[in-house]
């Protein structure tokens, strides 16, 4: 079974900042398959990269996503008010179909 | 407008039953891959279900054997049949439109996330 592991568990920046989120998986994982969503206090999780770089319908381009194997980074330019927020990678698995989702990463306004 | 729209939460008893409804609007269940995710009090997201377009049903490991998901194209709508609830069950529950581009029997050949999702809906479960 594929374990994603995200770091850090927090990331205390400030607007303008720019934030470097880490998703390990425990072995290799196709990037077609790998996954970001960006999810805020009260809100359902908002889909922002999928096949591991590729953004979302909507998406600003200050989000991009990276990596291919077991490492992968979703990376925010420079930081917005309104980007603070929990941040989960998932992967898609086949054999049994199985979706993984890391424990996420919380960027807060330091 | 694209919507899915959770119902049927609430509170029930452990070893009880509660159906969870996805009512879908913008698009078509049947032909897409939806899934279910839940959320525990504080916790990250767990993905609970799937039910392929060629009607394939898939199950996490903690709701194997208690939790059913169907649809019912008429109504285009997701549904959730949990039995044999537990207090580990306690979650907002999400349905989620599963994007992909396959033949619906297998994972799909093009994955583009979950890329809709319903505002959720909360199960506890207390005596």
């Known amino acids: 079974e594929i374990v994603l592991t995200q770091s850090p568990g927090t990331l205390s920046l400030s607007p303008g900042e720019r934030a470097t989120l880490s998703c390990r998986a425990s072995q290799s994982v196709s990037s077609s398959y790998l996954a970001w969503y960006q999810q805020k206090p009260g809100q359902a999780p908002r889909l922002l990269i999928y096949?591991?770089?590729s953004r979302a319908t909507g998406i600003p381009d200050r989000f991009s996503g990276s990596g291919s194997g077991t490492d992968f980074t979703l990376t925010i330019s420079r930081l917005e008010p309104e980007d603070f927020a929990v941040y989960y990678c998932?992967?898609?698995?086949?054999?049994?179909?199985?979706?993984?989702f890391g424990q996420g990463t919380k960027v807060e306004i330091k | 407008e694209v919507q899915l729209v959770e119902s049927g939460g609430g509170l029930v008893q452990p070893g009880g039953s509660l159906r969870l409804s996805c009512a879908a609007s913008?698009?078509?269940?049947?032909?897409?891959?939806m899934s279910w995710v839940r959320q525990a009090p504080g916790k990250g997201l767990e993905w609970v279900s799937v039910i392929y377009s060629g009607g394939s049903t898939y199950y996490a490991d903690s709701v194997k054997g208690r939790f059913t998901i169907s649809r019912d194209n008429s109504k285009n709508t997701l549904y959730l049949q949990m039995n044999s609830l537990r207090a580990e069950d306690t979650a907002v529950y999400y349905c989620a439109r599963d994007l992909g581009v396959g033949d619906g029997y297998n994972r799909p050949y093009y994955y583009y996330g979950m890329d809709v999702w319903g505002q959720g809906t909360t199960v506890t479960v207390s005596s």
């Open positions: 913008g698009f078509t269940v049947s032909s897409n891959y």
């Open positions: 998932q992967q898609y698995g086949s054999s049994p179909p199985k979706w993984t």
């Open positions: 096949g591991a770089s």
